[in-house]
């Protein structure tokens, strides 16, 4: 059995819930990535990584490309936090972005809908959340909003499918 553990970057806490959730289904260890070295994960044979996505990019992807890259050895799973419904091929779009031809890409990729949280957003990304919200109401002709109200879709029903791939590669 490959030994496992969870991984996440979280600004606002929906990437971190959805790790703790996996983590939990599988008994394994998680932590944030922050301060984690490459050669911390060397008892570990499966690795999952979790970020929220940020204007189209997965936070810390760079990082876990780069560790991918050292260690392919490890079995490498991502998954990524967005608003976004994970309808008309989001979660392949945030894949191709964020994972290029010719990139290290992990064993496998998820994408879960999570939702926005205001309330935990830094001021910096609170302003840029106003500036798009009150670029695309201009876009499509409706009066600014400037609305920012959370909301929270996050499911554990969502993460089946990773905890199903997990375990049969763990083996
Ligand atoms: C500045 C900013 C940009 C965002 N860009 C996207 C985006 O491009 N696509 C998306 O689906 N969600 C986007 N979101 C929503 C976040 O991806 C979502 O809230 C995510 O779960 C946050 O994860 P975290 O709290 O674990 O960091 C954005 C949120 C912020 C604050």
Redesign the pocket.
Request: aromatic share 16%; glycine share 16%; proline share 0%.
């Given at each position: 059995m490959k030994k496992i553990i969870v991984l996440?970057?979280?600004?606002?806490?929906?990437?971190?819930r959805y790790a703790e959730w996996i983590a939990e289904d599988l008994a394994s260890e998680c932590r944030p990535i922050k301060g984690i070295k490459l050669d911390d994960l060397k008892e570990y044979g499966l690795v999952i990584y979790g970020?929220?996505?940020?204007?189209?990019m997965i936070?810390g992807a760079g990082k876990i490309k780069n560790w991918m890259e050292k260690s392919p050895e490890k079995t490498w799973v991502v998954f990524a936090?967005?608003?976004?419904p994970p309808k008309a091929g989001?979660e392949e779009l945030i894949f191709k972005t964020n994972f290029r031809k010719g990139e290290n890409r992990p064993a496998h990729f998820y994408y879960f809908l999570?939702?926005?949280?205001y309330e935990?957003?830094g001021f910096f990304?609170r302003i840029?959340?106003k500036f798009?919200s009150g670029m695309s109401a201009r876009k499509n002709g409706t009066t600014q909003s400037t609305s920012q109200i959370s909301i929270d879709l996050a499911n554990r029903e969502y993460i089946k499918d990773l905890l199903g791939y997990v375990r049969l590669k763990a083996r």
């Open positions: 996440y970057r979280s600004k606002t806490g929906f990437s971190k970020a929220g996505v940020y204007a189209g936070a936090t967005g608003a976004t989001y999570s939702g926005i949280n935990k957003m990304n840029l959340m798009f």
